[in-house]
Nanobody
Framework: QVQLVESGGGLVQPGGSLRLSCAAS????????MSWHRQNPGKERELVAL????????TYADSVKGRFTISRDNAKNTVYLQMNSLKPEDTAVYYC????????WGQGTQVTVSS
């Protein structure tokens, strides 16, 4: 069955960096575009970044453009999100998924940006 396991979140000060990882299994990873999303309680899930099958094309939400970088390793079935210059408004639970997204979502990883 499909599994998406996010990791790498934590508490970081404004201006700091984190690298999130998402280990995927249960489907042919290299055949799907992948995405990162984030969500806060009571708010809709927000698309943060997309990456194409080969990794050659990436797309970002305006709110993270220039600060976040999505990448993937098809040999490891893993997608990454490098987050730099973090702001308090980046605080959220971060999730990965395919793109278009599947109904299944992993448990996410909490990112808290606070001094």
């Amino acid at each position: 069955q499909v599994q998406l396991v996010e990791s790498g979140g934590g508490l970081v000060q404004p201006g700091g960096s984190l690298r999130l990882s998402c280990a995927a299994s249960g489907f042919t990873f290299r055949s799907y575009a992948m995405s990162w999303h984030r969500q806060n309680p009571g708010k809709e899930r927000e698309l943060v970044a997309l990456i194409s099958l080969s990794g050659g094309t990436t797309t970002y939400a305006d709110s993270v453009k220039g600060r976040f970088t999505i990448s993937r390793d098809n040999a490891k079935n893993t997608v990454y999100l490098q987050m730099n210059s973090l702001k308090p408004e980046d605080t959220a639970v971060y999730y990965c998924n395919t793109y278009p997204t599947r109904a299944y979502w992993g448990q996410g990883t909490q990112v808290t940006v606070s001094s």
